[in-house]
């Protein structure tokens, strides 16, 4: 059946009920009953628009989500959300009409992609130079793919609409506010007590018809922002050199409820398990701190075995490496046991160690002794770290937990009966612990994650908060660490990629000089 054949069916259909609504209508008029049942369309409309509100949250709340910094981010790439958040902001500035115009996507893919590749290379006045064809093509086909996902899964019909009837959608409010208003005007030659019922709809209709048309179009527009402005940033921050497949397959080695926080999934659940390999779950935990600290005797703890080397002399020379499995967070870690600094701070052969350590950790335990005041030298050892990640925007500084060792030395030294509860202290001891772990937040603040009290003598068996409050608190900070060495993972790769491909292209052009020669040979020879 054709469109005009159902539309005069439609209207035989609906002929009838507007000849008995107007009668009615009439009738009321005449008995006078109109006068009290004027309230039923506006009442029954008003309840339709708050139903109407309350659905469409859950239609799409996606839309209501505004992009959200991803684990795996650095702070660059968080100083570069802003930018998104503020485009998304800026949806009280876009008409309806913009937001159905396909030209309007374009330009804010321009636009956003150029201000965020400008917040990555703030010298440079063609900031966009640097890019790679490939990372450019590999943004665009992940933020249309996801947009494309989002758009089949959550928009009505998306699979049916046309640009044409998608335009329509941006204008027919106007449409309808235009017929609403010249009826309206007319109805009041008929009785002017209908301007006080015009009043009454125009503040329940008007907002209905507006929230949904804002609705559907405005998850569209937050939506398209969000993901081009989240690829613009993987984009820039280097992460689609290796282009589309090699990203998606990173992300999908990330556990897959934390690659898919930050976005709706595209993490492909057969590829992550079949490309998962071992060596990319590892996380490299840095131990770091002064001499005689007791770094190694942490690890030892730890590992709940005396395999790191423990002494009352200094005796951890250079990095010590020692693997550590998890099964219940299916989790294996690398623990580095570096060379403690002395008062004097870190020499430079230490800083050098420990710089080849921060180079690979993804999470930091800086190991103090309860019993000494002097912060100094660590101070300095954080602030280094911080400055080293800042000069090194790809990387992601990684958390850092404060364990403060010999808790045990503590006032009254004699006594030693754990476990103590520090947070709420009763005793003497759990006084004089909860007063150690305050001066390490006063003295470090912000920049530590946690500050852990343990007695790590795992020489002298005396082992009290390694399992139970250590483990813990690095097993919440574990997501977090493994994004960062997936990130680390991802640009190694991209890198001997690089190489890789360098290599079989400079072969492929080897050939191809030798064939040339060969032939120009075997041609001059035959002459
Ligand atoms: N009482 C007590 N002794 C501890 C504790 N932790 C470590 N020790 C002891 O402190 C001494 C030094 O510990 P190590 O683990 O070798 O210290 P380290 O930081 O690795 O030292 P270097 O490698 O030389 O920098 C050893 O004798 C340990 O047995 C603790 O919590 N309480
Ligand atoms: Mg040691």
């Known amino acids: 059946m054709k469109l005009w054949q159902l539309a005069v ?36 409309w008003g309840l339709g ?24 981010w650095t702070p660059q790439d968080e100083e570069a959300m802003k930018i998104v958040v503020r485009r998304q902001q800026a949806i009280d500035e876009v008409t309806p009409a913009q937001m159905t115009d396909p030209h309007f996507y374009l330009n804010i893919a321009t636009e956003l992609s150029l201000k ?37 899964r959550s928009l009505p019909a998306s699979h049916m609409i046309t640009v044409r009837q998608w335009r329509l959608l941006g204008r027919t409010p106007g449409w309808y506010r235009a017929a609403r208003d010249v009826t309206w005007m007319a109805s009041l030659y008929l009785n002017p007590a209908n301007a006080l019922r015009y009043l009454v709809t125009r503040f329940t209709m008007d907002p209905f018809s507006e929230e949904l048309q804002t609705g559907v179009l405005g998850a569209f527009y937050s939506m398209f922002v969000r993901q081009v402005g989240y690829y613009c940033i993987e984009m820039n921050s280097g992460r689609l050199r290796g282009g589309a ?28 398990k079949k490309e998962t390999r071992e060596e990319d779950a590892t996380v490299t935990v840095a131990v770091i701190g002064q ?111 404060a364990v403060l060792t ?13 476990p103590y509860d520090w947070v709420q202290p ?42 139970e409050e250590l ?13 960062s060495a997936l990130l680390r993972t991802l640009h190694h790769e991209i890198r001997q990629e690089r190489v890789r491909q360098l290599q079989n292209q400079a072969l492929s052009v080897g050939r191809l000089i030798l064939e040339s020669a060969r032939d120009f040979l075997s041609r001059e020879l035959r002459r």
């Not at 609504?21 to 009442?43: F, K, N």
């Not at 509100?53 to 839309?63: E, K």
Request: net charge neutral; with cysteine.
């Open 291 to 401: 001499v005689k600290a007791g770094k190694s005797s942490l690890i030892n703890a730890l590992l709940g075995e005396n395999r790191a080397a423990v002494d009352v002399l200094p005796k951890t020379r250079d990095v010590q490496e020692y693997r550590l499995t998890w099964p219940d967070q299916q989790a294996e870690l690398r623990l580095l046991d570096t060379a403690g600094y002395a008062d004097a701070g870190a020499s430079q052969e230490q800083l050098r160690a420990m710089y080849a350590a921060f180079e690979r950790a993804d999470l930091v335990l800086l190991v103090l002794d309860a019993r000494s005041p002097a912060r100094e030298p660590d101070r300095v050892v954080l602030e280094t770290m911080q400055t080293w990640y800042r000069e090194r925007k790809r990387l992601k500084p990684p958390p850092v937990v």
């Open 49 to 72: 628009f708050l139903l109407a509100r309350r659905w469409q949250a859950r239609l799409y709340p996606a839309a209501r989500n505004r992009i959200e910094p991803a684990l795996h």
């Open 426 to 467: 009763a005793t003497p001891k759990a006084k004089s612990i909860s007063e150690a772990a305050a001066y390490q937040i006063e003295l470090f603040g912000e920049r530590l994650d946690a500050v852990v009290p343990v007695c790590s003598d795992a020489a002298g068996d005396r082992v009290s908060g390694v399992n």
């Open 406 to 418: 010999h808790i045990d030395g503590l006032s009254p030294v004699l006594e030693w009966s754990p």
């Open 245 to 272: 497949d090699r990203y998606r397959a990173a992300m999908a080695r990330l556990k897959p409820e934390t690659a898919s926080k930050p976005l709706p999934a595209h993490v492909d659940e057969d590829t992550s």
């Open 116 to 152: 965020i590749a400008q917040h990555y290379h703030p010298k440079t006045s063609d900031p966009v130079s640097s890019l790679t064809v490939v990372e450019i093509l590999a943004a665009a086909h992940l933020a249309l793919e996801d947009v494309e996902r989002w758009a089949h």
């Open 9 to 44: 069916l439609g209207t035989l259909l609906v002929i009838p009920l507007a000849v008995f609504a107007v009668l009615g209508i009439w009738a009321l008029w005449q008995t006078g009953s109109l006068v009290w049942s004027w309230w039923i369309p506006p009442v029954f």
């Open 471 to 483: 483990v813990p608190v690095m097993v919440t900070l574990l997501d977090q660490a493994r994004a």
